[in-house]
């Protein structure tokens, strides 16, 4: 038996006295309490416990287990204490008393040559330490009952007490009075009292509301995605084997966006769970003969997000205008707007193969913390998807993003104005959209008052795209230069 001082060791030991009690043996009690490897620690063997009981002589074979418990520390006062104080708690007077009834009552009342214990071992045994502990030993002393969680009714009474306290009431009245002083600390003071005041209240009050209602929005549109992609399936990218690392896609179709003066025009992949393997900002390559056998090659931005399976789309200018068209789009993607307009037909066969990558930081202040984009009429489609990439928590670097959207027509905002409200109401703290109905053919961006408001001012980390019509592009750089941006870190994407 391996010593031990735990509790459950002095517990065990009591149940073995009570039951050599009832045996009458003389020295088993000795080898209970202290094991039989017990000896030569400062333990009394059991042959000097029965050399002991027999110098008694006969009347006393049959000593209570207190009184011999009690010798047997007597004599080892003196020796090593381990055995003695590993001994000391297991009895009192009281458990000694409890042990001898109940093996008395088990053999009919008496214990064949046993005696209740004397007043003096009684008294010797009282100074002892006892436990008063009630234990069972086929229980542990922890009931899994114990440990299980409360139950959901309880724990909505312990949250409705939290609401209902008055630290609760108090922190939301002190939240009301500094969000009121604070609203009232930045009106202007030329607004007139009562109106003032309350336009600014409801513009916090706004505020506010978009700002709790963000993290639901992602909630929402987190497992809405997650569903999506498991009913599609796992996707898988598109490859390139034929020669030049060319692939196939057929055209379905055009369809034009809202009211806007933009069509969006559809193309399906090979396979139904087929992506286009793109990187942030880059294109993907368009090319076909006409009908002179022409080649015809232009790259273009997906309007469809990067994810969607088995198909993509691209946005080009609607009407007949292909001068225009060359003008703004440039000439590659101006003859191909043209031949999707006039020659080509639903189920006609386009090669396709990714395209050059255009979005590049060549700045020196890392990490890139804010992005700034200035775009006009379709530019507005490469912005889309680096707003989404860019604006989930954790995915990048980048805390801010402003976005300066300018249109010829105010209808032109189709294209775009759902999905960037969408990801607003998801991220109204990150994101800033501001849209014109301008898109600068005359005059400059300096006198634009909605334009100046919207450009921050440059800091370091911050990036600026520019995008859209060439030369809108040409007039958005050179407002980023003169406003102080440094030229390595504005970005035109093409």
Not at 379 to 386: A, M, N, R, S
Request: with cysteine; charged share 20%; glycine share 10%.
């Amino acid at each position: 038996m391996r010593e031990s001082t735990s509790p459950r060791r002095s517990r065990a030991l009591v149940a073995s006295t009570a039951v050599l009690l009832l045996c009458g043996g003389q020295h088993g009690v000795a080898e209970a309490l202290i094991g039989p490897n017990a000896a030569g620690v400062g333990a009394p063997s059991a042959s000097r416990m029965t050399a002991a009981a027999s110098a008694r002589g006969p009347s006393h074979r049959g000593v209570s287990a207190a009184r011999m418990l009690s010798d047997a520390n007597a004599e080892n006062s003196s020796g090593n204490g381990r055995w003695k104080s590993r001994a000391s708690p297991l009895f009192s007077s009281s458990g000694a008393a409890f042990a001898h009834r109940h093996a008395a009552a088990l053999v009919g009342g008496r214990v064949s040559g046993a005696r209740q214990p004397s007043d003096a071992s009684a008294t010797r045994l009282h100074a002892m330490p006892m436990s008063n502990l009630a234990v069972r030993l086929d229980e542990p002393l922890l009931s899994p009952a114990l440990n299980r969680s409360p139950p959901p009714m309880a724990m909505f009474k312990y949250l409705l007490s939290v609401f209902l306290s008055d630290a609760f009431k108090f922190a939301v009245v002190a939240f009301l009075i500094a969000f009121v002083t604070s609203i009232v600390a930045r009106s202007d003071p030329d607004l007139s009292a009562p109106k003032g005041l309350l336009d600014k209240a409801g513009g916090g009050v706004a505020s506010l509301f978009r700002w709790i209602r963000a993290p639901f929005l992602r909630m929402a549109n987190g497992v809405a995605a997650r569903r999506a992609a498991a009913a599609a399936g796992p996707a898988v990218p598109m490859t390139f084997e034929g020669e030049g690392g060319w692939g196939v896609c057929t055209y379905q179709g055009g369809e034009a966006v809202g009211k806007s003066g933009y069509v969006r025009h559809d193309f399906s992949l090979p396979d139904s769970d087929n992506v286009l393997p793109l990187t942030l900002g880059q294109h993907v390559a368009l090319c076909c003969l006409d009908n002179s056998d022409n080649v015809v090659q232009a790259e273009f931005y997906p309007y469809s997000e990067r994810s969607q399976q088995g198909k993509f789309s691209i946005l080009l200018p609607e009407g007949t205008n292909f001068a225009e068209d060359e003008n703004e789009l440039g000439i590659d993607k101006g003859g191909f707007s043209k031949l999707l307009k006039t020659e080509l037909e639903i189920g006609d066969e386009i090669a396709l193969k990714p395209g050059g990558v255009s979005l590049e930081y060549r700045g020196q202040y890392l990490p890139v913390k804010e992005m700034v984009f200035l775009c006009s009429g379709e530019g507005i489609v490469p912005v889309l998807e680096q707003v989404r990439a860019v604006l989930p928590e954790g995915s990048s670097s980048v805390q801010l993003v402003s976005v300066l959207w300018l249109c010829r027509y105010t209808k032109d905002f189709d294209v775009a104005d759902t999905l960037l409200e969408a990801e607003y109401r998801k991220y109204p703290s990150k994101l800033a959209v501001t849209c014109v109905d301008d898109d600068l053919r005359s005059g400059k961006m300096e006198d634009n008052k909605d334009v100046v408001d919207s450009v921050p001012d440059f800091l370091p980390g911050t990036m600026a795209i520019v995008t859209g019509p060439r030369a809108f592009r040409r007039k958005a750089k050179q407002y980023l230069l003169n406003a102080g941006y440094p030229n390595d870190t504005i970005c035109v994407m093409e």
